[in-house]
Structures are given as structure tokens and as C-alpha cells.
């Protein structure tokens, strides 16, 4: 079957630079997906990640490796509003998006 | 409207009713995708459509069906709503089926089954 495993919680202190991982195991594989989505609200789009490597955009980097199975995102410099639920998605060789579970991230000053 | 919209945004109803989601995007694009979220689980895919016309089933599609008449609509419709449907519902559009491009979300309709 295919899985997206992320942690469930994780907690870290404004400032710091945490690190969220999200292994997989899918039917395929066309691309990784990370989203941020704030309580009581819509995912939204953080990064995408097809070839193996790091992809940085500011405060959030996002990394893969295909021959593992595995992906994370990293937040530096992070603040309280990044307190969010962050969410792990895979394309699969249907072009479907397997979703993972979300991993709630808590900041605290 | 700019971007995707959903309606409503809270709904509370009887088991047995008949009930639509309504879901409308501006942006042009192909692909619509309807997804409930429950608590601990990931997003799962009720229904989809890679262009105006055509559907098909995601992983979840029992007791619920779509329509797609037109490239900006994709409404999700509860024939007879039972209990186990209360979830948060989004709908999603992306440019094309396949793109690597990011889904949009509307901002979800919260459906809870007495």
C-alpha cells in the first residue's frame, strides 16, 4: 500500500530551526509537495521537490531523496506564526497525491 | 470571486438529507479535486476531474458524487448523509491533472451529521 509517515507533533522556540521529516512509500513517484495549513484553515502551498537535492525559499528549505524515500522541511529564524500543521504530499505515478497525516508544529517564545 | 470558493462554510444537517457542496474557481483551471480531512488522518480524495466533462472515484467516493458541467464548477453532493460523513470538506484546483504546479484550496466547508 502506499504511506506518508510524518511525525504527529513536534514543539520547537521562536528563534530556533526545526526540522520536520516525511518518509514515504508510494506506487511512483512525480514529485513531493509540502503545504502549511494554519488551524481552521486552507492548505497553502509551501514547495515542490521533483529532483534530489535541497530547494530553498527564504525561511523554509525543503529537501529530498529519492533512493530513500524520504523528504524534510526545515524552518529557520522561525516565529509564532509559524505555528501551524505542516503537510507531506506525494505524486504518484497516477499523478494522484498521496497525502500524509500532518505534523503539528507548536512554537513557544 | 478570486481564486476558489466554497459554500458554505458550516453546515449542520439530519442523517438522510440530501446535501451539496458547492465549489467554484476563477483561474481557468482543468483540474478540481474534492477532499475530506479528518482529525489524525491525512487528506483523502473523495472525487475528482482532470477537465470539464469527465470524473473520477479517489479514494474515498462512497455516497458521495460529482458533477462537471462546466470547467469553473465541481459541486459534491450527499445523496443520503450519514454520520460517519461530519469531516471538513476542500475542494482543490490545480492548472492541469499532473502538473507540477501547487493545488489551490477553497476554505473548506465544515459538515457535521446528527
Known amino acids: 500500500g502506499q504511506n506518508i509517515d510524518q511525525p504527529t507533533e513536534m514543539t520547537a522556540t521562536e528563534g530556533a530551526i526545526v526540522q520536520i521529516n516525511c518518509t514515504y512509500q508510494t506506487s511512483g513517484f512525480n514529485g513531493l509537495f509540502w503545504y502549511q495549513q494554519h488551524a481552521g484553515e486552507a492548505p497553502t502551498f509551501l514547495s515542490y521537490?521533483?529532483l534530489d537535492g535541497l530547494e530553498e525559499k527564504g525561511r523554509f528549505s525543503s529537501f529530498l531523496s529519492r533512493s530513500k524515500g524520504y523528504s524534510y522541511l526545515l524552518l529557520k529564524e522561525l516565529q509564532m506564526k509559524d505555528s501551524a500543521s505542516y503537510l507531506c504530499a506525494v505524486e504518484d505515478s497516477n499523478y494522484q497525491l498521496i497525502w500524509g497525516a500532518g505534523t503539528k508544529l507548536i512554537i513557544k517564545p | 470571486i478570486a481564486g476558489i470558493t466554497q459554500a458554505p462554510t458550516s453546515q449542520i444537517l439530519a442523517a438522510g438529507r440530501r446535501m451539496t457542496l458547492r465549489c467554484t474557481q476563477d483561474?481557468?483551471?482543468?483540474?478540481m479535486y474534492w477532499y475530506r480531512q479528518d482529525l489524525g488522518l491525512g487528506l483523502r480524495l473523495i472525487h475528482y476531474s482532470n477537465t470539464a466533462g469527465t470524473t473520477g472515484k479517489g479514494e474515498v467516493p462512497d455516497g458521495y458524487s460529482v458533477s462537471r458541467a462546466n470547467t469553473d464548477d465541481f459541486p459534491l453532493t450527499l445523496a443520503s448523509a450519514v454520520p460517519s460523513q461530519t469531516s471538513v470538506y476542500f475542494c482543490a484546483s490545480q492548472a492541469a491533472a499532473g502538473d507540477t504546479g501547487e493545488l489551490f484550496f477553497g476554505e473548506g466547508s465544515r459538515l457535521t451529521v446528527l
Open positions: 483561474m481557468r483551471h482543468n483540474a
Open positions: 521537490n521533483v
